[in-house]
């Protein structure tokens, strides 16, 4: 009994803040500020080719293809403009937030469910958000870039 409200609090939680990732002003979101800002240690996003992401990152569900109607797709147009590089600049810090949140409240398990089985289901939960933030801090970097690019274009 303890699994199953373990396991409905995690799905309240994970619908609750895809809403709340929906509903917030991404113009909250800065790329250029803490925590969203690259680390020094993460040479702008190549530290995780160490993690072989190029051979994961598009095995993850994506949220994109999974409600399309609901949310901006991932895929990036061939002419994007300036505005919309930087929307999925601030959609990737949405993306993150809400996953960090996750692993967070994720740990309310503990309290449903006390002892080991609590912890083991929070750390499970926490462990299997943590890829889809990798993915956002690995991605963020080389949207910047191309948002430098295609502003200077879009200036002359």
């Known amino acids: 009994m303890k699994l199953l409200e373990s396991l409905l609090y995690l799905a309240a939680i994970g619908a609750g803040s895809f809403v709340l990732g929906r509903v917030l002003p991404k113009k909250l ?4 500020r803490f925590p969203f800002r690259p680390f020094g240690w993460e040479k702008n996003g190549s530290v995780y080719n160490k993690l072989g992401i190029r051979k994961w990152k598009e095995k993850v569900p994506d949220m994109s293809a999974i409600l399309p109607k609901l949310m901006p797709s991932k895929k990036m ?12 600049i601030r959609e990737t810090c949405v993306a ?5 949140l996750l692993c967070v409240l994720g740990f309310g398990c503990v309290f449903l469910w006390r002892g080991v089985w609590g912890w083991a289901v929070s750390v499970v939960y926490a462990l299997g958000n943590l890829p889809d933030i990798i993915i ?21």
């Not at 993150?96 to 960090?100: A, Q």
């Open 136 to 156: 956002q801090r690995y991605n963020r970097p080389k949207l910047t870039r191309i948002l430098q690019i295609v502003r200077e274009r879009e200036a002359s």
């Open 77 to 88: 147009p061939k002419n994007a403009s300036g505005a919309q590089i930087e929307l999925m």
């Open 96 to 100: 993150e937030w809400i996953h960090g």
């Open 29 to 32: 979101f800065n790329w250029e």
